[in-house]
């Protein structure tokens, strides 16, 4: 029932991210029932305003002193670390593209089963990104929400990894360059290149220079399986592969073997699935959003990424857990 019920427990987050509602509880430190119900204009009767916020203690996204009328609430540590808008690690945007987007394509979710057609009316990942690259608004959402998705995993990446023999980095589909502002944060050695389609350079180019980093980190244009990556001693892949059905992945892979020196890593930033493929169901459930996203796309295990590798030149493998779920692979040439 728990599993079944999931979409109210999901709806629940959803709204409370979208209402603003963690951002001002961490401005307010805490907050009457009555005080919420009133700062957010509900209409709905006190007991409902009880019942969404105890849903939200009991799944400790807001911590409590005292009941019902007398309750005061406040955000949880997890919920002022990653929803509250004024904070570093803001998940958010995430959130709000999974509400607003991707909730409806499930809704079909049967149907993409029966007709191994998209939903959501994408061709192979391409309609989708040729479609918002156009639009500046839904472009910088998407860029924000891959923001919050990313930004644990990139932090995690750039602390755990060894850039202690490299100095250069490419970071292939870079969206609005927050890899390689990470890692060039981290270590001042790293020169880095944020590398994505035309549309996506501006966003970039802001963000580079909001962060004082122009003198080591770029941005170039381009499509990667029509142009060339940079040159670079490390080039990552973050939530790119899994867009894309196997011959399209290796492709990719290759790409990058050629744009690295002897002694160079690929980088693949996913949700990796575990050997057995049930322990990961994270990852498994997002392998199955890409049905919505592009029908030859999947989320893989290490094993997959193994004989990939191998196929497209690279010496051996290795893994790095990361944040949640994902995980970082790296190839070696």
């Not at 057609?117 to 309609?127: A, D, E, M, R």
């Amino acid at each position: 029932m728990q599993v079944t019920a999931g979409f109210c427990s999901s709806k629940i987050l959803m709204s409370a991210v979208n209402f603003g509602l963690f951002t001002m509880l961490a401005e307010k430190k805490s907050m009457s029932a009555r005080q919420i119900k009133t700062q957010l204009h509900f209409k709905c009767t006190d007991r409902q305003v009880y019942d969404y916020l105890d849903a939200l203690l009991g799944m400790d996204f807001l911590q409590r002193e005292g009941v019902l009328s007398s309750a005061v609430y406040y955000n949880s540590t997890e919920s002022d670390m990653f929803l509250d808008k004024n904070k570093p690690l803001y998940m958010g945007t995430y959130i709000e593209m999974l509400n607003n987007r991707l909730n409806g394509f499930w809704d079909n979710f049967e149907e993409g089963l029966l007709t191994g057609k998209s939903p959501g009316g994408f061709n192979g990942g391409h309609h989708f990104f040729e479609e918002i690259q156009h639009d500046p608004v839904r472009l910088k959402g998407f860029v924000n929400a891959m923001n919050g998705m990313q930004m644990g995993n990139f932090e995690a990446f750039a602390s755990k990894f060894d850039f202690s023999g490299y100095t250069t980095l490419t970071d292939a589909g870079g969206c609005g360059g927050l890899l390689s502002l990470t890692v060039a944060r981290q270590h001042p050695h790293m020169h880095c290149t944020s590398f994505d389609l035309p549309a996506l350079q501006p966003i970039a180019r802001f963000s580079i220079r909001e962060a004082g980093l122009e003198e080591r980190v770029s941005t170039e244009s381009g499509d990667f399986f029509v142009d060339p990556l940079p040159a670079a001693e490390v080039v990552v892949m973050s939530n790119i592969l899994h867009n894309w059905g196997e011959k399209k992945k290796i492709e990719l892979m290759k790409a990058a073997y050629k744009a690295l020196p002897p002694g160079g890593v690929l980088v693949a930033i996913e949700n990796i699935i575990d050997s057995e493929r049930k322990n990961n169901v994270f990852g498994l459930m997002m392998s199955l959003n890409i049905l919505f996203e592009a029908e030859s796309g999947f989320d893989y295990t290490f094993w997959d990424f193994q004989q990939w590798a191998n196929i497209s030149g690279f010496s051996s493998a290795e893994m790095i857990p990361l944040a949640g779920a994902d995980s970082a692979i790296i190839a070696y040439k």
